[in-house]
């Protein structure tokens, strides 16, 4: 089975985006933070990790440096509203961006 870490602040956004990936058959660990983020990758392998762009303390292509430098390979996926911005400044650097707000079918 596939399996996705995915952060997101937003407990009910979290939530809400965790129940549609995990009936569309992915399984899904969710975090609140970047730590927590960094706390499940360091237990074990993701197929992906979708970030959200605008969390507390840091922005989604941060943490996303810091994922690919620790765990390279590791597909990364950022979630935002602000996607046209992340393509016009570079800041997506090549990883998916997946606009919100979202769709049952854009995930």
């Known amino acids: 089975m596939t399996r996705i870490l995915y952060l997101d602040d937003d407990p009910q956004v979290r939530c809400a985006i965790a129940d549609v990936l995990r009936e569309a058959g992915y399984a899904v660990v969710e975090v609140g933070d970047t730590d927590g983020v960094m706390r499940e990758l360091g237990k074990g392998a993701f197929d992906l990790v979708l970030l959200d ?3 507390p303390g840091a922005r989604g292509d941060q943490i ?3 994922i690919e430098a620790a765990w390279p390979g590791t597909p990364v996926a950022l979630m935002t509203g602000y996607a ?3 393509s ?3 800041k ?3 990883r998916l961006v997946i606009s ?3 769709s049952y079918d854009d995930l």
């Open 53 to 55: 762009y605008v969390i």
């Open 64 to 66: 996303a440096c810091r």
């Open 84 to 86: 046209e911005f992340l």
């Open 88 to 90: 016009l400044t570079g």
């Open 92 to 94: 997506g650097e090549g």
């Open 100 to 102: 919100k707000p979202l």
